[in-house]
């Protein structure tokens, strides 16, 4: 178990308190705090996850008669009828048992950094990794990170978690283990917290973000939220202002992309979350614009700044949602040009010309992705009809360099690029199909335009 010293003199209480929990818990394992409900399931997508690795993994514990069952999210997953992508699992033996059983079998254990929250990974048959974690109690929570105490009651553990639906174990036998009414939530499409809302928000009030994620995942179009959660939101939003910006991002990013976006930013704007020391979102962000671009080019595949930007109102209010959030620096630049370009108008007879000079402008150096910001404003637009289109066109390489200017005997200096950006323009004017030497012939004309003279070798 860790050791606590140091801890306030509330958390050695606690510390000192959980043990005699674990033993009265243990001594009645039939009198629970809740009434543990199970299933089991023998789905397709279970029985899938039973890889050769998998197996050995089962076969160590087993052997060393500690439990080991798949945790959380997983399980969720699999009672919705879904394979998880990641699958995260929780045992009976501490952190030190567990590297005694891998060494002895020879098994190869990496990333170490997990170890004094319980958690170990080890790599199996040099294939896959497992991340297997101790049943723990959060004795002293900090947000992200808290001061943990193991057990061997699996109760315990389910009672730190954030919501019901999160909070199951799956025995590899097939079992659901089910202390909080999740399987009943997953059927009811419903997301609660487990226990008390703002015990759990406080806790880490990331989860505000989290239930809203969830909510849009799990929930029906329509479906109510529980009034006290939403007071418990409300009451505590403050709390968001000390969450990194990544992890923002990292959330916010799930729920505007995700089923039911509008409503649910509705209400997180009804809750007081949008401030920009929150959220970096603005009280005034315009939901009705972010709902119009979400539901004309949601089945295109937007990226998330494409969605977002719906919401702001000026490139002042892209960089103020950076600083709060850390977006990437292609987040921003796709941002920024959606921002600018958002209500350029189409080209009547070329409707793509527009979009095709503006690739060419933003130049070459960022090659592909240029392009992708560009079709950002389209999908923004709603111009979804000319997209397979726009998507296949080459970008064109300028046929003219800077070489060949001053072989045709312009003087070097700063008047090059001014030559070379008016013999780009006449190169656009005729779609990109004027030659090297025709652009080349024209150079005459642009350096009388320009007051320069030519001094052929």
Same mark, same amino acid.
């Given at each position: 178990? @860790? #050791?606590?010293?140091?801890?306030?003199?509330?958390?050695?209480? #606690?510390?000192?308190?959980?043990?005699? !929990?674990?033993?009265?818990?243990?001594?009645?394992?039939?009198?629970?705090? /809740?009434?543990?409900?199970?299933?089991?399931?023998?789905?397709?997508?279970?029985?899938? !996850?039973? @890889?050769?690795?998998?197996?050995?993994?089962?076969?160590?514990?087993?052997?060393? @008669?500690?439990?080991?069952?798949?945790?959380?999210?997983?399980?969720?997953?699999?009672?919705?009828?879904?394979?998880?992508?990641?699958?995260?699992?929780?045992?009976?033996?501490?952190?030190?048992?567990?590297?005694?059983?891998?060494?002895?079998?020879?098994?190869?254990?990496?990333?170490?950094?997990?170890?004094?929250? &319980?958690?170990?990974?080890?790599?199996?048959?040099?294939?896959?990794?497992?991340?297997?974690?101790?049943?723990?109690?959060?004795?002293?929570?900090?947000?992200?990170?808290?001061? +943990?105490?193991?057990?061997?009651?699996?109760?315990?553990?389910?009672?730190?978690?954030?919501?019901?639906?999160?909070?199951?174990?799956?025995? $590899?036998?097939?079992?659901?283990?089910? /202390?909080?009414?999740?399987?009943?939530?997953?059927?009811?499409?419903?997301?609660?917290?487990?226990?008390?809302?703002?015990?759990?928000?406080?806790?880490?009030?990331?989860?505000?973000?989290?239930?809203?994620?969830?909510?849009?995942?799990?929930?029906?179009? &329509?479906?109510?939220?529980?009034?006290?959660? $939403?007071?418990?939101?409300?009451?505590?939003?403050?709390?968001?202002?000390?969450?990194?910006?990544?992890?923002?991002?990292?959330?916010?990013?799930?729920?505007?992309?995700?089923?039911?976006?509008?409503?649910?930013?509705?209400?997180?704007?009804?809750?007081?979350?949008?401030? #920009?020391?929150?959220?970096? *979102?603005?009280?005034?962000?315009?939901?009705?614009?972010?709902? *119009?671009?979400?539901?004309?080019?949601?089945?295109?595949?937007?990226?998330?700044?494409?969605?977002?930007?719906?919401? $702001?109102?000026?490139?002042?209010?892209?960089?103020?949602?950076?600083?709060?959030?850390?977006?990437?620096?292609?987040?921003?630049?796709?941002?920024?040009?959606?921002?600018?370009?958002?209500?350029?108008?189409?080209?009547?007879?070329? =409707?793509?010309?527009?979009?095709?000079? *503006?690739?060419?402008?933003?130049?070459?150096?960022?090659?592909?992705? #240029?392009?992708?910001?560009?079709?950002?404003?389209?999908?923004?637009?709603?111009?979804?009809?000319?997209?397979?289109?726009?998507?296949?066109?080459?970008?064109?390489?300028?046929?003219?360099?800077?070489?060949?200017? !001053?072989?045709?005997?312009?003087?070097?200096?700063?008047? $090059?690029?001014?030559?070379?950006?008016?013999?780009?323009?006449?190169?656009?004017?005729?779609? /990109?199909?004027?030659?090297?030497?025709?652009? *080349?012939?024209?150079?005459?004309? +642009?350096?009388?335009?320009?007051?320069?003279?030519?001094? =052929?070798?």
């Amino acid at each position: 178990m @860790s #050791v606590l010293l140091g801890l306030p003199r509330t958390s050695r209480l #606690v510390s000192l308190f959980v043990p005699r !929990l674990n033993r009265f818990l243990n001594f009645f394992p039939k009198k629970r705090f /809740f009434a543990e409900k199970r299933m089991t399931i023998d789905t397709p997508e279970f029985r899938s !996850l039973f @890889s050769p690795e998998l197996n050995a993994l089962a076969d160590i514990f087993h052997r060393h @008669s500690f439990e080991l069952r798949i945790a959380g999210g997983a399980v969720r997953d699999l009672l919705m009828g879904m394979r998880p992508v990641d699958i995260d699992f929780a045992t009976t033996a501490t952190p030190d048992q567990m590297k005694g059983m891998f060494e002895s079998a020879g098994i190869r254990m990496i990333n170490n950094r997990g170890e004094k929250h &319980g958690t170990v990974t080890c790599r199996m048959n040099d294939k896959d990794n497992f991340e297997i974690t101790t049943l723990r109690i959060d004795v002293l929570c900090t947000g992200r990170h808290a001061e +943990v105490q193991f057990t061997t009651n699996w109760e315990l553990d389910a009672n730190r978690r954030d919501l019901t639906i999160n909070s199951m174990f799956l025995g $590899l036998d097939g079992t659901v283990y089910d /202390f909080f009414s999740g399987i009943e939530d997953i059927e009811r499409r419903r997301v609660r917290f487990v226990g008390n809302p703002t015990e759990r928000i406080q806790e880490d009030y990331l989860r505000i973000l989290r239930y809203f994620r969830f909510f849009g995942r799990i929930a029906v179009e &329509g479906q109510s939220h529980e009034e006290a959660t $939403l007071q418990a939101i409300r009451e505590n939003a403050e709390g968001l202002a000390g969450i990194s910006g990544e992890r923002i991002w990292t959330e916010l990013k799930k729920i505007i992309v995700g089923k039911q976006a509008g409503s649910l930013l509705t209400v997180m704007h009804q809750l007081g979350l949008f401030r #920009v020391d929150l959220l970096g *979102l603005h009280e005034d962000a315009d939901l009705e614009e972010f709902k *119009l671009v979400y539901d004309r080019c949601r089945d295109h595949s937007p990226q998330t700044m494409t969605l977002c930007v719906a919401m $702001l109102a000026s490139e002042a209010e892209v960089l103020e949602l950076e600083k709060r959030v850390r977006c990437s620096a292609e987040e921003r630049k796709t941002a920024l040009l959606v921002v600018e370009h958002r209500h350029r108008p189409l080209d009547e007879v070329n =409707p793509l010309k527009p979009y095709k000079d *503006l690739t060419i402008d933003l130049g070459p150096a960022e090659g592909a992705k #240029v392009k992708q910001r560009v079709t950002e404003i389209l999908k923004y637009q709603g111009h979804v009809h000319l997209l397979e289109e726009f998507e296949e066109w080459k970008v064109p390489k300028m046929p003219v360099s800077g070489h060949m200017i !001053l072989a045709k005997g312009l003087p070097k200096g700063p008047k $090059l690029k001014t030559v070379l950006d008016e013999l780009r323009e006449i190169w656009k004017k005729s779609d /990109f199909t004027l030659t090297a030497d025709e652009l *080349l012939d024209r150079l005459p004309e +642009v350096a009388e335009k320009l007051h320069l003279k030519l001094d =052929p070798q």
